[in-house]
């Protein structure tokens, strides 16, 4: 079975930063996109950043210059870096992922189980 843990989130202050982490472990033979999403009471789950394997990288207009997306290839693990943060971030971040399973020919998507990101003003 394969699961993505995130950690890093909490309750931070406008204007701080935070770096949220995601590691992905079990039966996994290689890691195409991970990427972060997040979602705010009573809205949509929204993309915020995302990173291919060879290192692209695609942001949301609303954290464009203020986060940065990177990963460890070894480690099977995205990073999520914010600062200047605004009380409109605050959500529930998700881990997103799409891998090839040992022993499998198909790419499958999984989910972390979130992190709360709360600032306050």
């Known amino acids: 079975q394969v699961q993505l843990v995130e950690s890093g989130g909490g309750l931070v202050q406008a204007g701080g930063s935070l770096r949220l982490s995601c590691a992905a472990s079990g039966s996994i033979f290689s890691i195409n996109a991970m990427g972060w999403y997040r979602q705010a009471p009573g809205k949509q789950r929204e993309l915020v950043a995302a990173?291919?394997?060879?290192?692209?990288?695609n942001y949301a207009d609303s954290v464009k210059g203020r986060a940065t997306i990177s990963r460890d290839n070894a480690k099977n693990t995205v990073y999520l870096q914010m600062n200047s943060l605004k009380p409109e971030d605050t959500a529930v971040y998700y881990c997103n992922a799409d891998l090839i399973r040992y022993y499998s020919v198909r790419s499958e998507n999984y989910w972390g189980q979130g992190t709360q990101v709360t600032v306050s003003s």
């Open positions: 990173i291919t394997s060879g290192g692209s990288t």
